[in-house]
């Protein structure tokens, strides 16, 4: 049992599965280490409790104090150590820094070892060759899962973050003051170096990320619906939503999707990072935030549930009317569906497509009671029919989270007139305003550049922007606002503040 143990452990931390579910992998990790202690607990009282054996609280406790078998009763009780250390340390882990952590698990080795020579020098069976062949072949394996994993190619990423990886225009590193999020909060340029204390297989291609600070420090703090900026090695900066605890000010998590098909940032994530790696985060910034409301519906597809699964805890928490509509293509590529489940069966509806079919919105949202604010974050085609559905209900509040920007090509060429400098730049049809402006002035701030984050923000002093951005409000683009990544111009010129 404790051979199955550490081979799941060592499993989670190589890339054999690449791709694939690790949840099984971790959930058998975990069992098998709940049987071990069991079956140890039921070893040592049957031992105490056989008259003949003759063995006391002393020889229970106390290594190499059995006459006669001394060697095998030394390793059994130091193995009983090593087991009460891996797993009291593993029941207290989110309150162990990661490294100590870390360390202490890695006892499971020399654990295993001791448990093979006990059970081989002790007991009625060790004169029999399955019991040796067993222990050579379970050690074996792991000897060599435990030597694949210290090789880049095999174990669970591969590349460090080093200082000189990050891109240029990173600011001086400081860890800030916890501080409150909001809907109208412009990001800030406050950089975290952050430790990956974990990596999981949340579902088929979905992989998770607990981020901690290297001294243990408290992270700012945030609130449901928030998400941070990763500075990836290649330079790329990507923006993920966070999906662990707002009460663990210690941690943050969040999941990517690989996309194989996708800009880069996905693959990036999951061919190169690992546990123990440090990372540049940005942020928390928060533009879709939980709004006080006598009702909720949550109607999330796929990797969407990053965006409202601390949401739905939060809502879940109290006595509010709720409903959570998780939608994907299989049981296995759907993320932390047991989290999602725990928090009521009968309040969340699980509806994957090859054993239910695609899901009735337009049924989902007309269930729902008047003044119910419905979040929705999903594939676009899920969120088109549930901005469709909602326009037949005007009683309803619709708050949408999009992973993905608005199409910002099409339309014809036009100029720009930066009013600082007094430059003026073509905008090609091929070209969005933000590229344009780029091959001018290379430091223009910006960051996802698909109409989601707001790092563009810019204001238009003249001209008509023709807006394709879903983020900035009708009362912020009445004030002048402008996301340069999408939005164009129906005006021949337009006159920014830049």
């Known amino acids: 049992m404790l051979g199955v143990t550490v081979l799941g452990g060592l499993l989670l931390t190589t890339r054999f599965m690449r791709g694939r579910s690790h949840t099984w992998i971790r959930e058998a990790h975990e ?21 003949q054996l003759r063995i006391g609280l002393r020889e229970l406790f106390v290594p190499f104090t059995r006459q006669g078998n001394l060697v095998a009763q030394g390793c059994g009780v130091l193995a009983f150590y090593l087991l009460a250390a891996v797993v009291v340390t593993s029941w207290a882990r989110a309150q162990l820094p990661w490294r ?98 974990q990596t999981t297989w949340e579902a088929d291609n979905v992989l998770s990320l607990r981020l901690r600070s290297p001294d243990g420090a408290l992270l700012p703090a945030w609130e449901p619906g928030a998400h941070i900026e990763l500075a990836l090695p290649s330079g790329r900066r990507r923006r993920y939503s966070l999906c662990g605890d707002p009460g663990d000010a210690r ?16 693959v990036e994530i999951h061919n190169d990072t690992r546990a123990g790696q ?15 409301s006598p009702a909720y519906l949550f109607i999330v597809g796929g990797i969407g549930i990053t965006a409202v699964l601390a949401m739905a805890a939060r809502v879940a928490s109290t006595d509010s009317e709720w409903k959570l509509v998780y939608i994907g293509r299989s049981r296995a590529s759907m993320g932390f569906l047991n989290e999602v489940c725990a928090l009521g069966s009968d309040r969340v509806d699980v509806i994957p497509s090859d054993e239910r079919g695609r899901p009735d919105v337009d049924a989902i949202i007309a269930a729902a009671s008047p003044g119910t604010a419905v979040y929705c974050c999903g594939p676009d085609r899920l969120m088109r029919a549930v901005e469709e559905g909602i326009s037949r209900r005007s009683d309803l509040t619709l ?11 099409g339309g014809d060429p036009f100029h720009v007139e930066l009013r600082r400098t007094g430059q003026i ?20 701030s910006a960051g996802c550049e698909q109409g989601i984050c707001g790092s563009c923000r810019t204001v238009v002093l003249a001209g008509e922007p023709d807006h394709r951005d879903d983020l900035l409000s009708d009362s912020e683009r009445d004030a002048g606002a402008m996301l340069l990544c999408v939005s164009r111009s129906h005006s021949d010129w337009l006159v920014l503040d830049l």
């Open 399 to 409: 708050h949408i989270e999009r992973f993905t920007g608005i199409a910002a090509s």
């Open 278 to 292: 440090l990372i540049t985060v940005e942020g928390p910034w928060n533009y879709f935030p939980l709004v006080p």
């Open 100 to 197: 100590w952590w870390r360390r202490l698990h890695l006892l499971a080795f020399p654990l295993f070892g001791l448990a093979c020579a006990h059970s081989i020098l002790a007991g009625s069976d060790t004169t029999r060759p399955i019991l040796h062949w067993a222990c050579l072949v379970v050690g074996e394996v792991i000897l060599i899962l435990a030597v694949l994993r210290l090789l880049p190619t095999y174990r669970a990423g591969s590349s460090t973050i080093a200082q000189t990886d990050l891109p240029t225009t990173t600011t001086p590193l400081s860890i800030p003051q916890p501080r409150t999020t909001g809907s109208s909060a412009a990001p800030t340029q406050t950089g975290m170096r952050l430790l990956i204390s």
């Open 31 to 51: 069992f098998g280490g709940v049987l071990a202690v069991a079956f140890t607990v039921i070893h040592l009282v049957s031992v105490f409790a056989d008259d």
């Open 425 to 444: 730049i073509e905008v090609p049809a091929d070209q969005t305003v933000l590229q344009a402006i780029r091959a001018v002035v290379p430091a223009i």
């Open 251 to 266: 941690s943050y998590r969040i999941a990517v999707l690989q996309v194989p098909v996708g800009r880069g940032g996905s």
